[in-house]
């Protein structure tokens, strides 16, 4: 398995710097959230982690009313840069933020 390096968008605090993990088809935040205008993108590619302390550096947020937990960067607190999901039990971090 080759290294994950990512850092957050804002602040370039480490957020996750390990093997890379799997990469699953999860529902996008937009849909979860209620904010998506049109139903074109279903699914975007998460890293799907079990173990929130597989992270550097990351918070997680109360539960919201769709029972998910979002993510940000532990250091400025911004995001989301992915949600917790409570019914499989993983914290899903979004692969866009993976810069090439």
Excluded: Q, W
């Excluded at 904010?35 to 998460?46: D, I, L, W």
């Excluded at 890293?47 to 929130?52: A, C, G, N, T």
């Excluded at 597989?54 to 769709?66: G, R, W």
């Excluded at 039990?89 to 692969?95: A, H, Q, S, T, V």
């Amino acid at each position: 398995m080759s290294r994950l390096h990512i850092t957050c968008p804002h602040c370039t605090s480490v957020v996750f710097s390990n093997e890379k993990p799997v990469v699953v088809e999860k529902p996008t935040l937009r849909s979860i959230l209620g904010a998506a205008k049109n139903n074109s993108a279903k699914a975007e590619p998460y890293y799907s982690l079990k173990d929130p302390f597989a992270f550097d550096n990351i918070s997680v947020s109360k539960p919201l009313a769709s029972n998910i937990k979002l993510l940000a960067c532990g250091e400025c607190e911004k995001g989301p840069l992915g949600y917790f999901d409570p019914v499989e039990k993983e914290y899903l971090l979004m692969c866009s933020l993976e810069k090439p």
